[in-house]
């Protein structure tokens, strides 16, 4: 890490260099015209000393001395203008070694003592050169002066920067280091876990609950691998043998297979062309992980209904393998950074991401094996990501080993259940749930169906859309960070509608600071549940929140219908009004809720004002007032309201 970062800082270096020693022979030509041919051709030697460097910084792997030189040859060009000028210390261009220190400071890398050594060699060449000629003591002073001041700025400079440097180091490394334990000490419980698990479903068998927690628990897995790979292989840690030869067809055509399960989950159709017997010079797990993680990636962002195609073939002195989805695609801006650790393909949130290491890891392999990888994609279209591997040609008596064992399952959700809404059971309250995990989604149906009538959704459009079809629910449990339309967004829209302004809302989210509590109960949520939690809170919420809502409906409703008595009859006669209404409402098995609507009826509200009322939709109101129509044997709204005026 340590030499790409020294490299990269003396390629910045010499290009700043590159661009400065040219231009300033404009200044020659208006201070020293006499002496233009002399100043080019130092310019020219020194400009091509340094793209000469340039070209060497990828091969060399002592980048020290190749930096010391770059800033030694700066100097000394400098130096020798002054000779050329033949003004020694009087000469103006020794102000540009300020340029060279004060750029050394900035950009190099070296510790306190190696720097100082660099600026003693440069400010020694130049007293050394100019000290031949004839000077005056003020110009030697003046120039000790300047010089001196500038080499005491950047070593301030300097060790500033590196002390920073040093303290951001450490701390990274704390961080990493705690990461990594946490990782070798969660590697252990996931272990002694999947091996139970995997126990009691060979004694028991399996179900929809075992079956998603054992995919969990293989992508936490699958997460906490990836994270301490990326770590050995950032460190420069060899742990593939890469002189082994690995039979490539039978890794794809396993992985292949591996996906197929997953992808006919979510009607992915995976299709294969693939050339049998192609050996290449590689680790089996390394190649395996390159395979995996493509495929890996082409499942989890190809949405339902899509396709993967698989090509694998031999062409002269490469071997080809791509990996094609009709998948979310990326955008150009995002292609310069996939294969960079923790980069995500997609900055929304998607519960199909992991931790975004994946692609990092694959470079990584690709670039040790010294193979290229390359992508092209279009958002909403898919991508196309083609391995070119070295050609091999296996040797008499060369053995190939069989493909590594795959020992977990990619992860999979019973997709087809997800979305399925429960029975509708008449007299249960009804909630909407809104979550975009799979898993989740399913646990809360479940969880909740036992009580409730329950409605899924997975993204805000969704619910919005369904809303249209199903009763008006008593209560909506949504969670706020989803793609297509998130909580907030969900329920803004939710609100316009004035059917649903007295329809709670829970809000639920992986988002646990005291801020986005506040902001979620300043949108107008009743409540603000953080996970992980505990399915026994959220139903103790639910219960809570509903019972409150029902009484203080109810409450409204009692003072609706005792408005609607005095209206009708004047307080002296309501009590006998009450009486006969009562009466032939029992008489002609009226409902509670049917006597309502017969109420604002009377009132002389119309059926979209009933519905905002009483908190249902149109579709309901209808049907009760067909409904009504039958029981009381009358066709329309006068004669039933004569049938009760007359009462």
Known sequence: MKAKENAKSLKNIIILALFLYPLFFILDLIVYFQYKFELLTIRIIVSIILLLFLLLINKVKNL??????????????????????????????????????????????????????????????????????????????????????????????????????????????????????????????????????????????TDPDLTIIKDNIGKLKKDMMNFLDYEKLEK??????????????????????????????????????????????????????????????????????????????????EIELTVKDSGIGISGEQLQHIFKAYHQISHKKRNIQGMGMGLNIVKKIVDDIECRIEVESTPSKGSEFKVYFPAHKKGEGQSVPAAPEQSEYPVKSLYNEITADTVYEPGRYTLLIIEDNPDMLLYLKHALGESYNVQCAENGKQALEKLSAIPVPHLVVSDIMMDTMDGYQFYEEFKKDKTYKAVPVIFLTAKNTQIEKIKALQKGAVDFIRKPFEIEELKAKISSVINVTQAQQESSKQKLIKQVMKTLNGASEQDDFSLLFEKRCREIEISPREKQIIFLLLKGNQYKEIADQLHISMNTVNSHIRKIYKKCSVNNKLELLNLFKTT
């Open 64 to 205: 020290f001395f190749l930096t010391f030189s770059t800033h030694l040859i700066a100097a000394m060009g400098i130096s020798f203008m002054c000779v050329i000028v033949k003004k020694g210390f009087a000469s103006p261009y020794y102000a540009g070694i300020f340029l060279v220190i004060i750029a050394a400071s900035a950009f190099l890398r070296f510790t306190p003592r190696l720097f100082n050594i660099l600026l003693l060699s440069i400010l020694s060449q130049h007293f050394i050169m100019l000290s031949f000629l004839p000077f005056r003591l003020m110009d030697l002073m003046n120039n000790i002066f300047f010089l001196g001041s500038a080499t005491l700025i950047a070593i301030m400079i300097h060790y500033t920067i590196f002390k920073l440097s040093q303290e951001i180091k450490t701390l990274e490394e704390n961080k990493t280091s705690y990461f990594i334990n946490l990782a070798h000490e969660t590697k252990t419980p996931l272990t002694l876990i999947t091996n139970y698990l995997n126990k009691y479903i060979r004694k028991k068998g």
């Open 236 to 317: 420069g840690q060899e742990f593939y043998d890469h002189t082994l030869i690995t039979d490539l067809s039978e890794v794809v055509d396993n992985s292949a297979n591996l996906f197929k399960e997953l992808a006919a989950y979510k009607k992915i159709s995976i299709k294969t062309d693939l050339q049998h017997d192609i050996a290449v010079a590689a680790d089996p797990a390394a190649v395996d992980r390159v395979v995996n993680n493509l495929l890996d990636n082409a499942v989890k962002y190809t949405g339902k209904g899509g396709s993967i195609y698989i090509k694998l073939h031999a062409k002269k002195h």
